[in-house]
């Protein structure tokens, strides 16, 4: 049984199907929910779901980025997990870090990777016109928004769309496709899944 520890900063809709889904016969299941953010709704609902929490603040370590990560890495590594999901999680991770959980961290991406890394990325796709957005589920690597891609979801951009309204279409297709991906990846499998 593979164990999955979730990093989320706010509300977590990512990390919730995630949890959800990691019940009867799925490989693996969620040991812990940390955030940089205490006040994080995600860690209310992780705790209802039963999932061990812990939040570290951020904010104390300036742009300290080692040691705050240094406090986050203790209730991480005390959970053991083989499997580390970001899930809008909204801080940089150091190479360092990352390099730890190489191989076995993923993240969820609002965009069509390599399209749009960064933020704002539906605000992008709208200004340039294009016909069709969606997210990327891709493994982390020290390079931001940039590792292999385990799995892609596609929405048509409509006329009338604005950012806010691609970005919920978008939300409702990444509910679909992390799952997805977070049980094969468990499994072993690595073939992207495309939907
Ligand atoms: C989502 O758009 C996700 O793609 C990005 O963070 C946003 C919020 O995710 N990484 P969640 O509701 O906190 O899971």
Do not use: W
């Not at 990325?121 to 891709?138: M, W």
């Amino acid at each position: 049984m593979k164990r999955v520890a979730i990093l989320i900063s706010g509300g977590g809709s990512n990390m919730l199907r995630l949890v959800e889904s990691m019940t009867g016969d799925h490989p693996a299941r969620a040991v812990l929910v940390a955030s940089n953010d205490a006040g994080a709704a995600g860690l209310d609902h992780a705790a209802r779901l039963g999932v061990p929490t812990a939040a570290i603040d951020h904010r104390p370590f300036g742009r300290d980025r080692a040691a705050f990560e240094a406090e986050l890495l203790k209730p991480i590594l005390a959970a053991q997990p083989d499997i580390l999901c970001l899930a809008g999680f909204m801080r940089v991770l150091t190479p360092d870090f990352v390099n730890r959980f190489a191989g076995r961290m993923l993240n969820i991406h609002p965009s069509l990777l390599p399209k749009y890394p960064g933020l704002h990325t539906h605000a992008r796709a709208l200004a340039a016109n294009d016909h069709e957005a969606g997210c990327t589920v891709h493994e982390v690597t020290p390079v931001l928004d940039d590792g292999p891609v385990l799995g892609q979801a596609r929405v048509p951009i409509l006329p009338e769309d604005t950012a806010d309204s691609l970005a919920a279409r978008v939300l409702t297709l990444e509910h679909q496709l992390y799952p997805a991906v977070l049980r094969r990846f468990a499994a072993g499998e690595r073939a992207p899944i495309l939907l």
